[in-house]
T-cell receptor
Framework: DQQVKQNSPSLSVQEGRISILNCDYT??????FLWYKKYPAEGPTFLIS?????DKNEDGRFTVFLNKSAKHLSLHIVPSQPGDSAVYFC????????????FGTGTKLQVIP | ETGVTQSPTHLIKTRGQQVTLRCSSQ?????VSWYQQALGQGPQFIFQ???????GRGNFPPRFSGLQFPNYSSELNVNALELDDSALYLC??????????????FGSGTRLTVV
């Protein structure tokens, strides 16, 4: 039962253009969402998060949008840079108890110079 | 401020053997979570330790067990290894067992291969 889904395994974007990574979730109890970036041979690195009380959070070139009614979130990277080439994981957690984070399967982003 | 360190980085074991993976949490973090990442998949939650007690467990059999020490470092033990246990094992620390706005700090992982 994949509660967090990233349906695009890969994405290629030209340098300077916008990258849009999408994520869908099924568990209505999720109320906190995170994006992690992972380079080969490294652990995931926290990128940006959003609480369910918001519909947008921005940090520099990175913006996350949340559509609760559609159970959908997206990560926008503008402008895309070659150093952004990595695997991006969408993740979610629910209030209460321990901090279990459920991850999607990841989207591999390639930014072409 | 040191990050999360894991050892060893790579390991090859034979089916049926036992393995211990180690993790040192980031300074100031008292909670450690372990994740298994199979090839082409996202990390899957194994369990979490908070102040030396197991604080939550994912859908993994009892042959996956752990420990947390007074200095908040942690071990993951896997008994009776199976071929499907081959994966990247990630340790993540956080400053509290509740949710951190900045999520986890992950280590680089231990690549376990079972043959």
């Amino acid at each position: 039962d994949q509660q967090v889904k990233q349906n695009s395994p890969s994405l290629s974007v030209q340098e300077g253009r916008i990258s849009i990574l999408n994520c869908d979730y099924t568990n209505s109890m999720f109320d906190y969402f995170l994006w992690y970036k992972k380079y080969p041979a490294e652990g995931p690195t926290f990128l940006i998060s959003i609480s369910s009380i918001k519909d947008k959070n921005e940090d520099g070139r990175f913006t996350v949008f949340l559509n609760k009614s559609a159970k959908h979130l997206s990560l926008h990277i503008v402008p895309s840079q070659p150093g952004d080439s990595a695997v991006y994981f969408c993740a979610a957690s629910a209030t209460g108890g321990y901090q279990k984070v459920t991850f999607g399967t990841g989207t591999k982003l390639q930014v072409i110079p | 401020e040191t990050g999360v360190t894991q050892s060893p980085t790579h390991l090859i074991k034979t089916r049926g053997q036992q393995v211990t993976l180690r993790c040192s949490s980031q300074s100031g973090h008292n909670t450690v979570s372990w994740y298994q990442q199979a090839l082409g998949q996202g990390p899957q939650f194994i369990f979490q330790y908070y102040r030396e007690e197991e604080n939550g467990r994912g859908n993994f059999p009892p042959r996956f067990s752990g420990l947390q020490f007074p200095n908040y470092s942690s071990e993951l033990n896997v008994n009776a290894l199976e071929l499907d246990d081959s994966a990247l094992y990630l340790c993540a620390s956080s400053p509290d067992r509740g949710r951190s706005r900045y999520g986890y700090t992950f280590g680089s992982g231990t690549r376990l291969t079972v043959v």
